[in-house]
């Protein structure tokens, strides 16, 4: 992986009373009334505004809230965020009506040195998902820095994410550079055996990804629904399970694709199978070869979980995207929640590297209380998975030394 600047590179020179531009995620959950409902990510990027500010910076937050139409929208406004970052910063948060212009260089202007101030919402500018050099250079006038600390945004070649990248030094944010030293560990330059698990409802969301990793890891398991896919592409009878029946070609490319790279391709071999999908349903673990035609695959069974168990305690990194069966409706979630909590034990115990993404394996690793074993848990969702499919990241290559 390149090397990208950080702000230990930042910090060689003497920032006091320098406008360091930060663009952050404050994209974050709100209530009907605009009450943020949860501070997580304003949690990961607190080291990066708090060591700038300590430093006498006037640090300068930048963020895009919600889909606007391409306008100023009351609904989509950042000034209750400014006043929930305040409190997990521990300090003062200052806010601004625009994110260029008058009202910005004001506030900017009015901001002490070691104070924290919010811009509005990049996206009220049509310019922002267009990366208009224009707005990019309104947004630079107001820094003499550029930080970005929004990893879950930079697979987007934005104004505020790329295009300012450009105008001023630029350098990773704390939170940036956790996230890509993560997935240098994952995927860049991993210890191996790696495995990956792979899961989700559909093969056709995860080509790329699936494609990509066969020619990095040792073994790739495949798990959820797309696991269905897999399994009907050869032959097996899945019931009523879902299934992709229009790219069982494609699945069938990708096992010849993964045994020509010499890499293991995972699929169950005995599922948690019922009737109806609903919590508490009647459920039986049956083989794959042995699937009711009323019935429908849920869930990996205790045979498949212990062959797993073997690949995850000789493995040295485990890379992760995705459930193993339908995790938010019990007793289906048995399987992802074991798998889960080896994986995080194993890692406590220092067997292994673990690094995992995407939003319902957040959700899934959270539920079965295993997101704090793992070495990293990454919230970028949509990045996170475009990284594992080997794409390039406008806003992460903008930062390159």
Known sequence: MAKHKTLDDLFKTDINGKRVLVRADLNVPTDDKGHVTDTTRLARIADTLTELAGRGAKVIVLSHFGRPKGGPDPKYTLAPVADALAKVVGKPVAFAGDCIGEPARKAVDALPAGGILVLENTRFHAGEEKNDPALAQALAENGDAYVNDAFSAAHRAHASTEGVAHL??????????????????????????????????????????????????????????????????????????????????????????????????????????????????????????????????????????????????????????????????????????????????????????????GGDTVAALNDAGAAEDFTYVSAAGGAFLEWMEGAVLPGVAALEA
């Open 168 to 357: 001023l030094p630029a350098y990773a944010g704390r939170a940036m550079e956790a996230e890509l030293d993560a997935l240098e560990t994952a995927l860049g330059n991993p210890e191996r055996p790696v495995v990956a698990v792979v899961g989700g409802a559909k093969v056709s969301t995860k080509i790329a990804l699936l494609s990509n990793l066969i020619k990095r890891v040792d073994t790739l398991i495949v798990g959820g629904g797309m696991a269905n896919t897999f399994l009907a592409a050869q032959g097996k009878k899945i019931g009523k399970s879902l299934c992709e029946y229009d790219l069982l070609d494609k699945a069938r490319e990708i096992a010849a694709a993964a045994k020509a790279a010499g890499c293991e391709l995972v699929l169950p071999v005995d599922v948690v199978v019922a009737s109806e999908f609903k919590a508490g349903a009647a459920a039986q673990t049956v083989s794959v070869d042995a699937v009711p035609e009323d019935k429908m695959i849920l869930d990996v069974g205790a045979d498949t979980m212990a062959y797993l168990a073997g690949r995850f305690e000789t493995a040295k990194t485990v890379v992760w995207n995705g459930p193993l069966g339908a995790f938010e409706v019990p007793p289906f979630d048995q399987g992802t929640a074991a798998a889960a909590r080896l994986v995080g034990m194993l890692t406590k115990m220092g067997a292994l590297k673990s690094v995992a993404g």
